[in-house]
């Protein structure tokens, strides 16, 4: 009997072990990096073990030392990091402790795509056909090809090839990637699947032959590679392809003698399934499949390796799950850092628990510092229903309700998604986040000016109670004077970018506010504001959180209501002076390392064009010119390390013309005429898009005012791209250095942060999880 379970992990995989094994009266022991000295799960275990620097996680030595020193008889290793680590797995058992998995034979077997392939075949399991890719050798393609590494996974070394002319740079980008995260350049391909789904079947085998298979799981909607939604069962499999699924699972068990808790993925299209590869390990999507069938995977994997038996045959599920990923990243996808200063999701009725209707299983707690080293997922919140429509109205409500202040989130996509026809109806695919990438804010327009005039009043709110406990004249009215003259004035920017002035006054015949003329102050207090407008009332909560520098960070604002959650940046009256960028520069979007620069000093280059290439998170990314022009300085080398925000290269960009080639006089007045057919608005800056409104004055941003001052703008963040289920080191990010303080003018535009940052390979029409 295993007393005392150290688990190999951080966050919520590490809270989540621990939640079980309280329940089974075992001891927990966290291992924890300098970077997650103060992080929940260190603070939960019964005792903890420093590791050292951020990297520290995938040392096997370390882990296998704290297990010694901690008296642990055994070890969990969650998901990612080194949990499909054969060697691992081996110094555990080599140390006389308790390995919680299956053996290391198992975890090699299914180590590498193409070895694995080849062992599924012989076992009857449908595979799609092997194209290998010599370092030397010509390839012939006569067909769209995904081109994938065989070690790893989670999108890394991965690239959707159409054009047999893109096949060689293809295939070196990936080798250089895949060499990068996983120590294997090791590539094949397969034939691409357009339209197919990602199912993967739950699988539980004990040491004495009986292997179950929980169902499947739909885990089509992915971004960039990567799960964003799961659910269980899949509303596309039939009982009998389910059968069909769940014998193919167990003959890949079998066949490598497994033993404990797995999944087996396929790729599921109109020309049947096809297996892509086994993951030896808890899934992170696994909490659906508990929901689902009513069993602890924790708990049976711990039992399982104790030698207990399991039944002889698998319980029988009932209702429906849906499991969100909530990620603190950018609209882009660029992951994000800093204080998490408030987390509620309402409606939570277990936390990594059994039985709840709407669960939690969360690695971050309200006042937690999320850092740049590790995956930017916060939370995954699961919502339990008698049926499919039930969980998706359930999730996609709670969601929308949580209060997340501090850190920008994915959560208007999960939303959004939960509410989308197609995804309602079941029509889904790989390629549903390429149809429908970008759903629309929670917060429309309306409900963004709405409040911002309650922020605007419940900072004035504040202000009267401040001054009533100092005794200053704390019963006028703020802004208060004999005789009537300007408003008051609060101007915020808005997370598109957009600037928002609220001028207002607060007279005996109630509020005044300017462009609100149909607004009514119910009540404001300085986290509580109700308005009502067109017979309607909405109660604004309302909390502030200043940033550490007032003159240069003012903090953020953030605005919770049913009309949909806003963050606000206050804009300062009087800002101090910032650094400005040169124009045309292009800044890094993201700490990391130079791996090639595609251009020289003199180059002409147009919208688009790469730049530079940067490698974060073990990834590759393309920094692309916002606009044509010519590259009038380059500041960086390859080999280079870089923080965020630091110039890469300045553009200058090529002077208007007029309709017959000639120059544009400046000052003139004379507007370059539109070319026929233009749409308006694209001489704003080539290569913008005027729906992105991406440009000053284009639509959807106001137009960037230099009489109001220099202004701010939001930190630039790193880009990082994750995936907690893949081993070998994708967890791990790159840190960054001191802050930049930045102000992009208005001459340079905001078409840089549109453009950079475009990932090598990201077809917005490929297959998104072939792996």
């Known amino acids: 009997m295993i007393g005392r379970l150290l688990v190999a992990n951080r966050g919520e995989i590490a809270r989540r072990v621990f939640r079980t094994c309280r329940e089974l009266g075992i001891e927990t022991v966290a291992v924890f990096t300098d970077a997650d000295a103060s992080a929940p799960h260190t603070a939960e275990a019964d005792q903890a073990v420093r590791l050292g620097a951020p990297l520290a996680y995938l040392d096997p030595e370390r882990i296998v030392e704290a297990a010694r020193r901690s008296g642990a008889d055994a070890v969990h290793p969650g998901y990612g990091f080194l949990s499909e680590n054969p060697g691992f797995a081996r110094a555990v058992l080599d140390a006389g402790l308790t390995w919680i998995g299956p053996s290391p034979e198992a975890v090699a077997a299914m180590g590498k795509k193409i070895e694995a392939k080849a062992l599924m075949a012989e076992a009857g399991v449908p595979v799609l056909p092997t194209i290998p890719l010599s370092p030397d050798g010509p390839v012939e393609m006569t067909a769209p090809v995904l081109v994938k590494a065989s070690a790893g996974g989670g999108g890394r070394g991965m690239r959707v090839v159409r054009d047999p002319a893109d096949l060689a740079g293809a295939v070196e ?3 250089r990637e895949a060499l990068s995260a996983f120590g294997d350049g090791t590539l094949f391909a397969e034939p691409l699947l357009e339209g197919a789904r990602h199912i993967e079947v739950q699988i539980l085998a004990d040491a004495h032959g009986t292997v179950w298979a929980l169902g499947e799981r739909e885990c089509s909607i992915q971004r960039r590679h990567q799960k964003v939604i799961e659910e269980a069962p899949s ?15 167990i003959r890949a068990a079998r066949a490598i003698g497994y033993q404990g808790a797995g999944t087996v993925e396929f790729l599921l299209s109109d020309e049947g399934f096809f297996f892509l590869e086994m993951n030896t390990r808890l899934q992170v999507e696994h909490p659906v499949t508990e929901c689902v069938y009513g069993v602890d995977l924790v708990r049976l994997q711990i039992e399982v390796a104790e030698g207990a038996h399991l039944a002889a045959l698998p ?44 669960r939690l299983d969360s690695g971050v707690l309200s006042g937690t510092e999320v850092g740049v080293h590790y995956d930017p997922m916060l939370a995954k919140v699961v919502s339990y229903g008698r049926d499919r429509a039930e969980a998706a109205r359930r999730l996609a409500d709670a969601l929308a309700r949580a209060r997340i202040h501090g850190l920008t989130t994915n959560r208007d996509l999960l939303v959004g998604v939960l509410r989308h026809p197609d995804f309602l109806s079941g029509a889904l695919d790989t390629g549903f986040l390429d149809r429908h990438p970008a759903p629309a804010p929670l917060a429309g327009p309306e409900a963004v000016r709405l409040s911002a005039l309650a922020a605007a009043l419940a900072g004035a709110a504040a202000n009267r109670a401040a001054a009533r406990r100092e005794g200053v004249l704390g019963g006028l009215p703020s802004g208060w004077r004999n005789v009537p003259s300007q408003p008051q004035r609060a101007v915020f920017r808005a997370e598109d970018g957009g600037r928002l002035e609220v001028a207002y006054r607060l007279t005996r015949d109630g509020l005044r506010a300017e462009g609100f003329e149909d607004v009514t102050l119910v009540a404001a207090e300085p986290g509580r504001v109700v308005l009502e407008t067109a017979g309607l009332r909405h109660a604004f909560e309302v909390a502030s959180y200043p940033g550490l520098n007032p003159g240069l960070n003012p903090g953020t604002v953030h605005v919770d209501s049913p009309l949909g959650p806003v963050r606000l940046t206050p804009v300062e009256r009087l800002p101090e002076p910032a650094a400005r960028v040169t124009p045309g520069a292009l800044p890094a979007p993201m700490p990391g390392t130079v791996l090639r ?54 553009i200058e960009p090529s002077p208007p013309r007029e309709p017959d080639g000639g120059l544009h006089a400046e000052g003139t007045g004379t507007e370059p005429a539109a070319e026929p057919g233009a749409e308006a608005g694209t001489a704003a800056g080539a290569g913008s898009d005027p729906d992105r409104g991406d440009l000053p004055g284009a639509e959807g941003h106001p137009e960037t005012r230099p009489e109001t001052g220099p202004e701010t703008l939001p930190e630039t963040r790193p880009e990082t791209s994750a995936d907690p289920g893949t081993p070998g080191g994708p967890e791990m990010g790159p840190e960054i250095g001191p802050e930049m303080s930045t102000e992009i003018g208005p001459e340079t535009g905001t078409a840089i942060g549109a453009q950079i940052g ?14």
């Open 173 to 175: 980008s990936a080798r």
């Open 597 to 650: 620069v595609e251009v020289k000093p003199g180059d002409v280059v147009e919208a688009g064009q790469p730049v530079v290439v940067l490698e974060a998170m073990k990834m590759e990314h393309l920094i692309v010119s916002p606009a044509s022009g010519t590259v009038a300085a380059l500041h960086v080398t390859p080999g280079a390390q870089i923080e965020a925000g630091v110039p890469l290269a300045v």
């Open 235 to 249: 509303p596309a499999v039939t009982p009998e392809l389910r059968r069909e699924l769940s014998e193919a699972a």
């Open 758 to 771: 475009r990932e090598i390979g990201a077809d917005p029409g490929g297959e998104a999880t072939q792996q």
């Open 315 to 358: 319980p029988s599920p009932v209702g429906h799950a849906i499991e969100a990923r909530l990620y603190a990243e950018d609209s882009g996808g660029r992951p994000q850092s800093g204080v998490l200063h408030r987390f509620e999701i309402p409606g939570v009725d277990g936390e990594f628990g059994l039985g709840a209707r709407l």
